[in-house]
């Protein structure tokens, strides 16, 4: 049960959340129905991200300097960081700048996915492994890793299905690019699979429900999944829950202890 008290008018608390997750998607709704005074922030990685429904911001605050002087600026004095587990960079300049600043820092993040009866995963620490992991012999190969990382994959033997947020030149010649925002399901996730006569599939370990389609697809097709191992962050507070982040909101303040 998410704890959506609202909050004390007496609270002093503007909150800044780092979002571009389902997770992150969540929080906001759970902020904004306690009637949170919150920003929510996107990268501007894709051309119409999801509508919030608390307001906006949209780009890098450049660099970690960037995001201190936004943080003190705009008063921010508790940083939720629920971007993606792959979002390294942003998590890292988070536990900075919150250090430098004195803002609170709690991140929700999901867990890691674990392998199950049926699954043929091959596990590797990071993209460069993933792509020494694939097969010498030409291979059809689902690269559900978005649009960033993909020129690694260039100069191989194999044909790729790409699935992209936005139409985009991508850098790689033997490619089918199918345009999708997710959560996907199964079913679709199924029939990509099947209408592409993939052998393998290469993606990250993000963890959650929102991407989680293709795993399960793969293990009722017995088809190997090369999972890349999340990027190492900085310790900070973590959450597994909107709930829970709430409370550490309610909470974090000492006078708002024993209301
Ligand atoms: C811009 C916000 C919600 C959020 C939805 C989740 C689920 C669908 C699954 C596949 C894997 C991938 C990718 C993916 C998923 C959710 C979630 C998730 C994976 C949006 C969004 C933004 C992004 C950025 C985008 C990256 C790309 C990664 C596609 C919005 C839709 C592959 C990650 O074109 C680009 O440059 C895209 C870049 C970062 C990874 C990459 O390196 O290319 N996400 N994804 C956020 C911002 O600007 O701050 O547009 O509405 C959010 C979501 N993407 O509320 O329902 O929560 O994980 N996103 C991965 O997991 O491997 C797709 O296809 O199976
Ligand atoms: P990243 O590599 O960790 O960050 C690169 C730079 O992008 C950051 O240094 C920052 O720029 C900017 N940035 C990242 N997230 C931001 C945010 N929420 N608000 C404002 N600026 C942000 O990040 P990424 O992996 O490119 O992810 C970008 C966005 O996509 C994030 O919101 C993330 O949650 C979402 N996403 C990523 C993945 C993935 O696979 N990486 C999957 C799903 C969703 P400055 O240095 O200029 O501040």
Known sequence: MIDNHAFS???TRRILLLGGTSEASAMARALAEAGAEAVFSYAGRTASPIAQP??????????VEGLSRYIQEQGITHVVDATHPFAARMSTHAVVACAQTGAALAALERQPWAPQQGDDWRIVPDLDTAVKALPDDPA???LAIGRQNLALFAGQPHHYLLRLVDPAPQPLANATVVVDRGPFGVEGDLALLR?????????KNAGGSGA???LDAARQLGLPVILIDRPFVPPRLVYGGVGEVMD????????ERGV
Do not use: D, N, Q, Y
């Open 9 to 11: 008018p007496s609270a």
């Open 54 to 63: 608390l307001p906006m911001r949209v780009g890098g605050f450049g660099g």
């Open 140 to 142: 059809r190969v689902f």
């Open 195 to 203: 209408e592409h006569a993939i052998t393998h599939i290469v993606a």
């Open 212 to 214: 989680s389609a293709k």
């Open 248 to 255: 550490w909101l309610h909470g974090s303040v000492p006078e």
